[in-house]
Structure formats: C-alpha cells, structure tokens
C-alpha cells in the first residue's frame, strides 16, 4: 500500500526500559541496527500495526508495555533508488511513518527475537537514550532523530536536561 506520493504507511518503534535506555535490534546478517518498525496493513491503524509489529520482531505482548507517546504527524524518509525494486521504480520513494514510545513494563526475558518464522534481529541490546546514530543506516537516521526528539518530552525533566546538555555539547541549537 503506497499513498499518492509513493510513501508507504508504516511504524516505528521506541521502546525503553525503566532507565530510559532504548532497544537496538541488529538486522539479521548484518551490521546495522534499528528500532523495531513495520508496514501499516490495509485496515489496520497505526496502533494495531504498531503491537502486530512489537510481536513479530520482539516478541512483546501488549500487556508488555506502555504507550508513552506517538509522534503527532508522519515522519518520512526517502529510500535510495538502488535501494527499491525495480518494479516500484518510479512510483516508491519511501516510507512515512507514526513513532510510537513504550516503556517495557515486562521483563528483558519477555523479548524473543524468534517470535515468529521470519526473525528480523538476530541480537539486541539496551543503549543509552540519545546513543550516536552511526550503527543505523545512513538514510533513517534523520528519521530517527526526529522521532527521538520529539518523544523525549514523554520521558520526563531528567531526560530533557540530559538532551540540552548534549545538543549543547555538539553545538546543535536548543529548542
């Protein structure tokens, strides 16, 4: 499903411990990490895709977690050309996306990466709330940004101060 613009409707997927640090899956045979997310089904909301996705690639309940937040508008990212099937070529240009931030309320042993017959991940790791984007690739990591960013808010004061110490740090302005 690609809306008129040629993005295709999917989620993302923030999920934190009671430290506030965030879950990094590595893709399967790879050595690149991301946040859990996924396509939006005909008929499906945006909620209903986001617990789908948390199950297939983590293996979460919804009982696991609590929604803490969830980006107000889509956030998009282009695919690069080489990037998409031919036969999209032309009418694919990405994805658009709604983030949605969890807090595990479950325990680290709830998390199986083999959930279902098709793993995405084949190891993950909680990190720090505003780690270095260097691990994600290249073209996601405006997205995941944004998203980090705006769903900051949710976590608390003590999370703020901890991204106005770092945006200052790296010269980035604070707003």
């Known amino acids: 499903m690609i809306d008129r613009d040629g ?4 989620v993302g997927i923030i999920l934190c411990n009671a430290r506030n640090q965030v879950f990094w899956g590595k893709r ?14 005909h008929g499906e909301s945006p909620e209903q895709a986001m617990y789908r996705e948390l199950m297939e690639e983590v ?8 929604i803490l937040g969830r980006t107000r508008d889509w956030l998009r990212y282009e695919v690069p ?7 999209w070529r032309g009418s ?10 969890l ?13 279902t017959e098709h793993p995405e991940f084949d190891a993950w790791r909680w990190s720090d709330y505003w ?11 405006d997205v995941y940004r944004l998203a980090l960013k705006e769903l ?3 976590l608390g004061e003590r999370r703020r101060q901890q991204r106005n110490h770092l945006l200052d740090k790296l010269g980035a302005p604070i707003r």
């Open 59 to 66: 293996g979460l309940r919804p009982e696991h977690v609590k």
């Open 103 to 115: 807090r595990l309320v479950g325990r680290d042993s709830d998390v199986s990466l083999r959930a």
């Open 81 to 87: 050309t080489n990037w998409i099937k031919r036969e």
């Open 152 to 154: 900051s808010s949710h």
């Open 28 to 41: 399967i045979r790879e050595h690149s990490w991301q946040f859990p997310q996924g396509g939006i089904k």
């Open 131 to 141: 780690v270095a984007m260097d691990s994600v690739i290249e073209f996601k990591r």
């Open 7 to 10: 993005y295709r409707p999917n």
């Open 92 to 101: 694919y240009k990405g994805q658009k996306q709604i983030w949605f931030l």
